[in-house]
C-alpha cells in the first residue's frame, strides 16, 4: 500500500528518502538478529542429538548366571536404561546370551547387522536367522550367510556376584555397535 | 427481494474480488485438447490429498501418538470408536490410491512431454511433491505403530548409521534419541501431520499455480516439436483458436474420474477393512517377520539381492543420482518432440523401471530370500519322499527336519527358497558331493560339521541321495499282487544308483 501511496506523491517520497532509506536498514538488522534470536534455540531444540556427547549406555542386570546354563544361547530382556515414562514395552529390549563356560559368555543384539531386524536363535541348526533379507550367523555370532557385512553385534558384559551384567542402551548399528 | 440479493451479492463480489478470482482459476482458458481422460490424474491426486487431510484429521481425535498408547488407540479406533474402523480403512486406502494416481500422473507427463519448456518448474514441483508423499507414506506406516513400524523404524535407523561420518547423529535425529523410545513416535506424528503436509500444501500451491501461469500443457501432436522461440506464441495461438474455460468446458472426465477414485477408495475400504495394527510393538517378540507397506517393498528386496559391496551404493548414491536425474530431466531435454509417439526411448525407460520396480516388489511380497522360520516343524516331508526308504532313509528325513534344513530347502514345493529346493538333489551331486556340502557347507550355505554327528550325516545323505525321482517306482516283478501298496514298495529302485 505504501508503495501505491509513494507513487501518488513522488515529491513526499523524495523529500524522507534519506530518513526512509535509514528506517528500512534498521528494520531488516532488527529482524535479522530477532530471526537469529528465534533459529538459535529452534534449531539447538530439534538438531540436539549433534550437541549432546553424553555416552547413552549404562550397565544393566540380565540376572543371575543360573537363568544362563553352559553351552546354551538363550534369550534375556532388560528395561533400555535410556527410557522415558511414557515408553510402555517399547523400551523392553531382547538380547542373546550364549553362556560358553564359568564366566565366559557372548551376549549378542538381536539386530541383525545388515539392516536391524531382530534375528532368531535356532538351537538345532545351531544359527542365528533374520527374517528380513535371510541373513545367518554362527553360534559364536560371526557372520554364515546372506548380505550382512559383519557378525552380531556383541555387548561388553561382566560378571559380578553371579550376576550377569551387559553394557547397552542404544540401538547398535554399523557406525555405531553395541 | 431480487434487488436486494443481487446487491448483496455484487457487494460481496466487489469486496471478495470473487468474479475476478474465478475468472483467472476454474474459469481460466485451455486448449480444448486438454480435456482428454488421460488429463484426470492431476486433479485426482489432489482430490486424494484432501481426502487424506480430513480422515487423517478426524483419526487424529481419538488417536494418541505415544509409544505406550499409540496401539492401544488403534484396536480403540478399530474396535470401539464409531465409524472408527472405517475411517482408518479410507485414510490407508486413500494412500494407496494416492501414490497409485500420482505415478500414473508423472507417466503420463512425463510421456505427454509436459515437462518441457516452459513447464520446468511444474515439473520439478511435482518431483518434490512425489518425494515429500513418500515421506507420508513412510510416516504414516510408522503410525500405525505395530511390530512392522518398530522394525520397519530399525530398518530406517540401521540404512541412516550407514552414512559415512555422520550416521551416529543422524540415527538420534532420526529416532530422536539413541534407541527408538517416548520421543520417537511423537517425532514421526509431528512429521506426518504438521511438517511434511505443510510442505506438501505449499508445494501444491505453487503446483497448480503453474499450472495456471504457464498454462495446461496441450494435447501433443507428433511431429510438432517444442522450439523455446515460438512456443510461446503456438500456445497463445492455440488458446486463441481453441482455448475453453476449463469449468465447465474442460472438467467433465476429472469431475466423473474424481467420483470413480471417491467410489474405489470407499468400496476398498469397505471390502478390506483397515490395515492392522499387526502385533504389539513390543520388540522382545522375535518371532515376526518385519515388512513394509507395499510402496518400499521394492527398495526392501533390493536390499536383499544386492551383493555387499553395491548396498552403499545402492542406498545412498542411487537415489541421488535418480532424484538428480528427475530433477534435470526439464533442462536436459527442454525442447523438442513431445509425443510418445516420437519419442521411442521415454517409453521404453518407463516400461524398464516399471518392471524393475514391479519385479521387486513381487519379490520383496514372496521374499524367497528369507529362511522360512517354522518349515522345519511345521512342514510335513510329502509322503513321495518317504514311502518305501529304508529305516536308515527315514532316520536321515528326521535328520533334515529336525536339523531345520527345510528352512533353507524346500520339498515338494513346501519350506524355505532361501537354498535350492532338494527334490532331485541326488541328480546334481554325487553322495560324497553332499557329504561335502553338508559338513563344510559352501555358496551361502553354513558348515553343518559340528551340529550333526558322523551317524546323523551319514542318515542324512542316504535320505538325499534317495531325492532324485519325483514318482518312486514299485517293483515291476509283481505287478497284480494283492498286498498293500507300501508293504510292497519295500525297497524301491530309488536306491539304485550312489
Given at each position: 500500500m505504501s508503495e501505491s501511496k509513494d507513487a501518488d506523491k513522488p515529491a513526499a517520497a523524495h523529500g524522507n528518502s534519506s530518513r526512509r532509506d535509514w528506517l528500512l536498514k534498521i528494520g531488516v538488522a532488527l529482524n535479522v538478529i530477532a530471526g537469529a534470536a528465534l533459529a538459535i534455540p529452534l534449531v539447538g531444540f530439534v538438531f540436539s542429538s549433534f550437541a549432546e556427547k553424553k555416552d547413552p549406555r549404562d550397565w544393566i542386570s540380565l540376572g543371575p548366571l543360573e537363568h544362563f546354563p553352559e553351552k546354551t544361547t538363550r534369550i534375556a530382556t532388560y528395561r533400555n536404561p535410556y527410557t522415558r515414562p511414557w515408553d510402555g514395552e517399547t523400551a523392553e529390549i531382547p538380547c542373546w546370551v550364549r553362556h560358553?563356560?564359568?564366566d565366559q559368555f557372548q551376549v549378542f543384539a538381536i539386530n541383525c547387522t545388515h539392516l536391524g531386524c531382530p534375528v532368531r536363535w535356532f538351537q538345532e541348526s545351531g544359527l542365528f536367522l533374520c527374517p528380513c533379507h535371510g541373513g545367518a550367523y554362527l553360534e559364536d555370532g560371526s557372520r554364515a550367510a546372506g548380505p550382512p557385512p559383519r557378525g552380531l553385534f556383541e555387548y561388553s558384559y561382566k560378571v559380578e556376584k553371579n550376576i550377569l551384567w551387559v553394557k547397552g542402551g542404544q540401538m547398535p548399528t554399523l557406525s555405531n555397535p553395541v | 427481494m431480487l434487488n436486494i440479493l443481487r446487491n448483496v451479492a455484487v457487494w460481496l463480489d466487489d469486496r471478495l474480488h470473487i468474479t475476478a478470482i474465478y475468472a483467472s482459476t476454474a474459469g481460466h482458458e485451455v486448449p480444448k485438447s486438454a480435456g482428454s481422460w488421460f488429463y484426470v490424474f492431476g486433479s485426482a491426486t489432489l482430490l486424494c490429498f484432501v481426502i487424506q487431510v480430513i480422515t487423517g484429521a478426524c483419526l487424529a481425535f481419538v488417536?494418541?501418538?505415544?509409544?505406550?498408547?499409540a496401539w492401544t488407540s488403534l484396536q480403540y479406533l478399530n474396535h470401539v470408536q464409531f465409524w472408527g474402523w472405517y475411517l482408518r480403512a479410507v485414510h490407508n486406502w486413500g494412500s494407496n490410491f494416492m501414490v497409485a494416481i500420482m505415478t500414473l500422473h508423472m507417466i503420463q507427463v512425463f510421456l505427454f512431454g509436459a515437462y518441457k519448456y516452459p513447464r520446468e518448474l511444474t515439473w520439478v514441483s511435482g518431483i518434490f511433491l512425489l518425494l515429500l508423499t513418500l515421506g507420508m507414506a513412510f510416516t504414516g506406516q510408522v503410525m500405525r505403530f505395530d511390530q512392522d513400524a518398530y522394525w520397519g523404524l530399525t530398518i530406517g535407523a540401521s540404512i541412516t548409521g550407514r552414512?559415512?561420518?555422520?550416521g551416529e547423529q543422524l540415527v538420534h535425529l532420526l529416532l530422536a534419541g539413541p534407541i527408538i523410545a517416548g520421543e520417537t513416535l511423537s517425532r514421526f506424528f509431528t512429521l506426518h501431520v504438521f511438517m511434511i503436509p505443510g510442505l506438501i500444501i505449499a508445494l501444491i500451491s505453487m503446483h497448480l499455480r503453474l499450472v495456471l501461469t504457464k498454462g495446461i500443457n496441450e494435447y501433443p501432436k507428433p511431429g510438432k516439436p517444442v522450439r523455446k522461440a515460438t512456443y510461446d506464441a503456438e500456445y497463445a495461438e492455440i488458446l486463441r483458436k481453441e482455448g475453453v474455460p476449463f469449468v465447465p468446458h474442460a472438467i467433465d472426465k476429472d469431475l466423473i474420474f474424481a467420483a470413480l477414485v471417491i467410489i474405489g477408495i470407499l468400496g476398498a475400504a469397505f471390502i478390506f477393512g483397515p490395515e492392522g495394527p499387526g502385533g504389539r510393538p513390543n520388540p522382545t517378540i522375535v518371532d515376526t517377520n518385519p515388512r513394509p507397506d507395499f510402496y518400499f517393498l521394492s527398495i526392501f528386496a533390493a536390499l536383499a539381492l544386492l551383493p555387499d559391496w553395491m548396498e552403499v551404493l545402492i542406498l545412498f548414491v542411487a537415489p541421488t543420482v535418480c532424484i538428480a536425474l528427475l530433477l534435470a530431466l526439464p533442462f536436459i531435454s527442454p525442447t523438442g518432440e513431445k509425443s510418445y509417439i516420437r519419442r521411442p526411448v521415454a517409453v521404453l525407460s518407463v516400461i524398464f523401471v516399471m518392471l524393475i520396480v514391479g519385479v521387486l516388489t513381487y519379490m520383496g511380497q514372496t521374499s524367497p530370500w528369507s529362511p522360512k522360520m517354522n518349515a522345519w516343524s511345521g512342514d510335513a516331508i510329502p509322503e513321495k519322499f518317504v514311502k518305501g526308504r529304508t529305516p536308515l532313509e527315514l532316520r536321515g528325513a528326521v535328520v533334515f527336519q529336525n536339523k531345520q534344513c527345510r528352512n533353507c530347502h524346500a520339498l515338494g514345493g513346501q519350506?524355505?527358497?532361501?537354498?535350492?529346493?532338494?527334490?532331485?538333489v541326488a541328480t546334481r551331486l554325487t553322495k560324497e558331493e553332499l557329504v561335502r556340502q553338508v559338513i563344510q557347507g559352501g555358496g551361502n550355505m553354513p558348515a553343518y560339521g559340528k551340529k550333526l554327528s558322523p551317524a546323523e550325516v551319514d542318515a542324512l545323505v542316504s535320505f538325499m541321495a534317495t531325492l532324485h525321482t519325483t514318482a518312486p517306482v514299485r517293483p515291476s516283478s509283481k505287478p497284480e499282487n494283492n498286498l498293500p501298496r507300501d508293504v510292497a514298495a519295500v525297497r524301491p529302485p530309488a536306491l539304485h544308483g550312489r
Open positions: 560358553i563356560s564359568g | 488417536y494418541i501418538p505415544s509409544t505406550n498408547e552414512v559415512p561420518l555422520i519350506g524355505g527358497e532361501r537354498g535350492p529346493a532338494l527334490d532331485e
